[in-house]
């Protein structure tokens, strides 16, 4: 079976992956980073999302042999000794969570959003979370976590 | 269970594509693929990973045509096509793939090969003109978009074949587009009817998508512009006859009536879109 070395929140990882596995399958089982949740195991909901390479991708479309020299940020490599990333609290600051299973999803997508534009309108905000499904906050809070991370200066993580 | 291929080469996806026949399949970005095979609509024993391939990871611009690599993605496609406003029909049915991750991932041989009849960049590739660039062991040949797709699911594609490059021609310069869909919901559904326009000089191209077994052209609304150029009122009289030539289903997305209705407004709005947008009628 194929080896494959990859980095998952900086750390190097060695996996022997059975190929039918993907991502989200070893995330979860393998490596004990249970913050990318399953959702519809079809690309349609968003919980899954992490940053592979620094783009969002579900990744319970990816396969984990595909992974070789991989770079993979989950919703556990935000943050740091210093406490959480400046959009984690943002989102605690805004009431923008309820149950919290599409959080580490819409807060991967909010980092991965600022990234690329640092300044981005509701509008842009709204368009960039629409494959990440909530059942519960009705969206608001989340699009108001995100845009007063946007206004004002840089994350820390 | 199958096993996992890396090839480095085409040559070694054609030979691998011809020993395992019909129980192989190409993975580029999987988004259809692994959704069909965790469905259990596919059960290939072998999967070949495309983007191990050098090269297809290019988008080779020179001044005939814009070469589109079969691994690169719709959301890489996007960023390089911000810079060519005459390819922005394709640019604009690439955007409305599914969500920012799918696109992260998602390639456009990939949402071609698929051959689904609401396929998105496919009335966009028609109305340009692209030619699919297929790789085989009698060496690469070039196949225009409309005789690629033969129905839903289904290619012209032979065993051992595989799509290298989808090729854009160089349309002449002013040349301009629309690409306009409707879904159930803006991100993540598969649009219900769509239309592609497009103007090049004082030709016209009109594609639908979602209405037919494959992508239709409305050639006689093709012709009654480039006679009469572009109005208010050749443009109704175009999405009358857009409403005329789909020939759609009713399943969850819509009734057949409604897909009629919807392609005949949409292609009316493309077109007067466009006109606003200044282009040449
Ligand atoms: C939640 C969700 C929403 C979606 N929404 C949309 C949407 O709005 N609009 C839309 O058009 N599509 C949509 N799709 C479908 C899909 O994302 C696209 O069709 C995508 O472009 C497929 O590309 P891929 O690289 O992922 O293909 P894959 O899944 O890797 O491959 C698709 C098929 O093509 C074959 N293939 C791939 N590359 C080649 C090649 N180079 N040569 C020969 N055969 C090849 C594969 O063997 C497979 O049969 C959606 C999918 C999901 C999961
Ligand atoms: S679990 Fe991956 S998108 Fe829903
Ligand atoms: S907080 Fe419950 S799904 Fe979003």
């Given at each position: 079976m194929k080896t494959v070395t990859l980095t998952v929140n900086n750390r190097p990882h060695t996996l022997t992956p059975s190929p039918e596995r993907t991502l989200l399958d070893v995330l979860r089982e393998d490596l004990g980073l249970t913050g990318a949740k399953r959702g519809c195991d079809a690309g349609e909901c968003g919980a899954c999302t992490v940053l592979l390479n620094g783009k969002p991708v579900n990744s319970c479309l990816v396969l984990a042999v595909e992974l070789s020299g991989a770079a993979v940020v989950t919703i556990e490599g935000l943050g740091g000794p210093d406490g959480l990333d400046r959009l984690q609290q943002s989102f605690i600051d805004n009431f923008a969570l309820q149950c919290g299973y599409c959080t580490p999803g819409m807060i991967l997508m909010g980092k991965a959003l600022l990234m690329q534009n640092p300044h981005p309108t509701e509008a842009e905000v709204k368009e960039f979370i629409s494959g990440n499904l909530c059942r519960c906050?009705?969206?608001?809070?989340?699009?108001?976590?995100?845009?007063?991370?946007a206004g004002g200066g840089e994350g820390n993580g | 269970m199958f096993a996992y291929h890396e090839p480095q080469s085409l040559a070694e996806v054609t030979s691998l594509l011809t020993a395992y026949g019909e129980s192989a399949r190409i993975l580029a970005g999987g988004t259809d693929l692994l959704?069909?095979?965790?469905?259990?609509?596919?059960?290939?024993?072998?999967?070949?990973n495309i983007k191990t391939v050098s090269g297809l990871e290019q988008i080779a611009a020179t001044e005939d045509s814009v070469e589109i690599g079969a691994a690169v993605?719709?959301?890489?496609?996007?960023?390089?096509?911000?810079?060519?406003?005459?390819?922005?029909?394709?640019?604009?049915?690439?955007?409305?793939?599914?969500?920012?991750?799918?696109?992260?991932?998602?390639?456009?041989?990939?949402?071609?090969?698929?051959?689904?009849?609401?396929a998105d960049t496919v009335p966009a590739l028609v109305v340009l003109g692209a030619k699919i660039k297929i790789h085989g062991a009698r060496g690469d040949r070039l196949v225009p978009v409309e005789r690629f797709i033969t129905g839903p699911g289904r290619t012209v594609l032979l065993t051992g074949e595989v799509v290298s490059a989808v090729v854009l021609p160089r349309p002449e310069s002013g040349s301009r587009g629309v690409y306009l869909r409707k879904a159930r919901r803006p991100s993540l559904d598969l649009a219900t009817a769509s239309a592609a326009v497009f103007a090049a000089g004082g030709a016209w191209r009109i594609a639908l998508g979602a209405v037919a077994p494959t992508v239709v052209r409305v050639r006689e609304a093709e012709r009654l512009l480039a006679r009469e150029g572009l109005s208010a009122a050749t443009a109704a009289e175009a999405a009358r006859l857009a409403r005329a030539e789909a020939k759609p289903i009713t399943d969850v997305?819509?009734?057949?009536?409604y897909r009629r209705e919807l392609v005949a407004a949409l292609v009316e709005q493309a077109l007067l879109a466009l006109g606003e947008e200044g282009a040449r009628p």
């Open positions: 906050t009705g969206y608001e809070n989340i699009v108001k976590a995100i845009m007063a991370v | 959704v069909q095979m965790r469905k259990g609509r596919q059960q290939p024993h072998h999967l070949l993605t719709l959301g890489e496609g996007e960023r390089f096509l911000a810079a060519y406003p005459e390819y922005g029909v394709l640019r604009q049915a690439m955007h409305s793939v599914a969500s920012v991750q799918i696109r992260h991932r998602a390639t456009l041989a990939g949402n071609l090969c698929n051959a689904s009849p609401a997305r819509g009734t057949a009536e």
